[in-house]
């Protein structure tokens, strides 16, 4: 066939070339030369239904183009990269090179952070921070129900070393109406940014955890906004007895507010247990919708039916899009910086300096300091201690019986300290330390 000779030659217009006329390998790349198909050369776009396989390179110029929910990937992996049709980008396995947790908006979704105990058992009649940072057992009306909250140790799910364990210790059967028990987390506005569409509406984003408990277990997940209109959404998943992934996506929505401030506006709840306060209507599932608390959380069981109960949870993620990704981990120290924004402590050994906290008499039984912390607090905090801390100038130390402290203007990162203590000498310097191991100095700025 004459060099001469060209495509259009060899095709009449309207002509179709099937792909069972031509054989595998029948087109080398190399009797093609590089510029000889250009879009120029081209009536329309080379559209491909199935699936694109090359052994080489492909170079665009342009654009290049797959279908909604389409997935880019390697021979063996071959949806390495999928795009859903608004854009979402989900990796099947985590990003090389991508910071760890850079759109996860949960803290201690890994449950590695427990400043304040790894365990706490007889809780059950008070809300409250007890163990795993962040996370909060929320109480409604009383109950006769009483639980062990631990940071267990998992040695059954890959990549998770720890989980959240709540374990039944006295059963309630006669359940009050307004009876509530929830794993919750509150997140402030400033780290929700990402899920905020407009002022006044909200993107979809993807809710999940990990999951098991000694029996089949019905929860419910549930989000609900805390700024507007107050909108929940809600999700009854059954918890089984071997580790299983648990989502529920959120549809993107309207009238919803995420103010850009360190105040909440959202939490997520985990329902152990409720009365039909809370229970008694229909569950909320389609969309976030207002708040009817009887719609919250229709259909659990009771962690407080048996004390043979007991339930475990780790690898919460929240994060922009309609699936759940791999879960993005930090480093215990990024995770334990983010933690400390809601809440630290320093002492607990003798003589560990409090916060670098020194100053001096400025009464014979008073003393004022300042201290620097390492992080920036969400808010002006509330200090509480435990045990014996004290102030010492190297020859003498005097045990504290009050102590007060607080921001130093709008610098987050320096406390300013005032105790009552045992007499000493005016205008001399002290700094503070703790008189034995149960010392404890407690700086709360939580939501």
Same mark, same amino acid.
């Given at each position: 066939m004459s060099n001469a000779r060209n495509l259009a030659n060899l095709l009449g217009a309207g002509t179709? +070339?099937? !792909? %069972?006329?031509?054989?595998?390998?029948? +087109?080398? !790349? %190399?009797k093609i030369a590089a510029d000889a198909v250009t879009s120029a050369k081209l009536d329309t776009n080379i559209a491909i239904a199935g699936t694109l396989g090359t052994g080489g390179v492909i170079t665009s110029g342009g654009n290049i183009i797959i279908p909604n929910a389409g997935t880019i990937g390697s021979a063996s992996d071959t949806d390495a990269l999928s795009i859903a049709s608004d854009g979402v980008t989900t990796f099947s396995q985590s990003p090389v090179g991508v910071p760890a947790g850079s759109n996860n908006v949960i803290i201690n979704g890994a449950m590695q952070v427990a400043q304040r105990s790894t365990s706490v058992s007889g809780l059950g009649a008070a809300t409250g921070y007890f163990t795993l940072d962040r996370w909060e057992m929320t109480e409604g009306a009383a109950s006769a129900g009483r639980f062990t909250m631990s940071q267990s140790a998992v040695t059954d799910l890959a990549e998770h070393p720890n989980a959240l364990k709540i374990d039944c210790t006295t059963a309630d059967t006669s359940i009050a109406a307004g009876e509530q028990l929830t794993i919750t987390q509150k997140i402030e506005g400033l780290n929700l940014q990402q899920l905020k569409a407009t002022s006044t509406s909200t993107k979809a984003f993807t809710v999940s955890y990990y999951a098991k408990s000694d029996a089949s277990r019905a929860v419910v997940l549930e989000i609900l906004m805390a700024e507007g209109t107050n909108k929940q959404i809600s999700a009854l998943h059954t918890i089984g007895t071997s580790w299983a992934r648990y989502s529920m996506t959120v549809p993107a929505a309207s009238s919803t507010e995420l103010d850009n401030d360190a105040t909440e506006a959202m939490r997520v709840n985990l329902w152990l247990h409720g009365g039909a306060t809370f229970t008694g209507g229909t569950l909320n599932t389609g969309a976030l919708a207002?708040?009817?608390?009887?719609?919250?959380?229709?259909?659990?069981?009771?962690i407080f039916a048996d004390t043979d109960n007991e339930i475990e949870v780790t690898g919460f993620q929240i994060e922009p899009g309609s699936s759940a990704t791999p879960f993005q981990?930090?480093?215990?120290?990024a995770e334990l910086a983010l933690c400390q924004r809601y809440y630290l402590q320093a002492g607990g050994s003798n003589y560990k300096s409090v916060f670098g906290a020194a100053g001096w008499y400025n009464t014979t039984t008073s003393w004022?300091?300042?201290?620097?912390?390492?992080v920036p607090l969400r808010a002006s905090p509330t200090v509480s201690y435990t045990g014996t801390?004290?102030?010492?100038n190297g020859q003498a130390g005097y045990n504290i019986s009050?102590?007060?402290?607080?921001?130093?203007?709008?610098n987050l990162t320096t406390?300013?300290?005032g105790a009552a203590a045992a007499t000493g000498?005016?205008?001399?310097?002290h700094d503070m330390d703790c008189n034995n191991n149960a010392a404890l100095v407690k700086v709360d700025a939580e939501l």
């Open positions: 179709t +070339i099937a !792909t %069972a006329s031509i054989a595998d390998n029948a +087109i080398s !790349t %190399a207002g708040t009817t608390d009887a719609n919250r959380a229709a259909g659990i069981g009771s981990h930090r480093s215990f120290s004022i300091g300042k201290g620097g912390i390492p801390p004290r102030v010492q009050s102590l007060s402290g607080g921001l130093v203007g709008d406390m300013h300290w000498t005016l205008y001399r310097a």
